[in-house]
């Protein structure tokens, strides 16, 4: 077996190349949920189907594949300056893996800072003790990333309550009329569903929603 492996690469194992792959595959999902415009976009979508009143229409697969789509949509200027600015000078061998990795985080970094409300990260860098820099690029990522997926909450919920507003409005004309006529033995939710979603379709609401979200980002 170590002869085996001392035949590769012309006798050099690449352990370290090895290790660094296992470890990105094994990150790349809490990067994908952090650092990135996903958690925004699945939680909107969440809202959107539970406003509606449907359970498992689109299915939760479905909602997160449109997420992670939406999310290639979004991120893909800042995967364009990565893959130009760092992977292809580290496959041409120009430079060195730590430079590389150095690269990477910093297109990730300005625009998680570009999406992230100046109170939050003024209020992470005191609670983590972190020297307040004039330039905001100067802070590390274990400041940036928390801060970045806080302002994505609540800017995922404040969507999500706005969204709500407007079918919630219909349940409550639905409901009212329902206990006007006297049938209060109906559930409201059962005739509400339909007019929900006739207004979801006519106002052609997965395009103004998808639309809506990708131009939220800077």
């Known amino acids: 077996m170590n002869d085996l492996l001392t035949q590769l690469n012309g006798g050099n194992v690449p352990a370290l190349d090895l290790i660094f792959l296992l470890t990105f595959a094994a990150l790349l999902p809490s990067i994908v949920v952090m650092m990135t415009s996903f ?81 939050t990260l003024d209020n992470f860098v005191r609670i983590s003790g972190t020297a307040v820099e004039e330039n905001v690029e100067d802070y590390p990522l274990t400041v940036v990333v928390p801060a970045f997926m806080t302002t994505e909450l609540k800017q995922g919920f404040i969507a999500g309550f706005l969204i709500y507003l407007p079918f919630l409005l219909v349940d409550i004309i639905v409901s009212t009329t329902l206990m006007s006529m006297g049938m209060v033995m109906l559930p409201p939710a059962m005739v509400s569903l339909p007019f929900k979603l006739l207004l979801f379709v006519t106002v052609n609401g997965w395009e103004l929603l998808f639309t809506s979200i990708a131009g939220a980002y800077r």
């Open 39 to 119: 958690t925004r976009t699945i939680i909107i979508i969440s809202f959107t189907r539970n406003a509606m009143g449907v359970q498992q229409a689109p299915p939760n697969m479905v909602l997160v594949g449109i997420a992670l789509f939406l999310t290639l949509y979004i991120m893909s200027p800042v995967l364009d300056q990565i893959n130009e600015e760092a992977y292809q000078p580290y496959v041409r061998e120009e430079i060195a893996q730590e430079e590389a990795i150095e690269r990477m985080v910093v297109p990730l970094k300005e625009f998680m800072l570009r999406n992230t409300e100046k109170d």
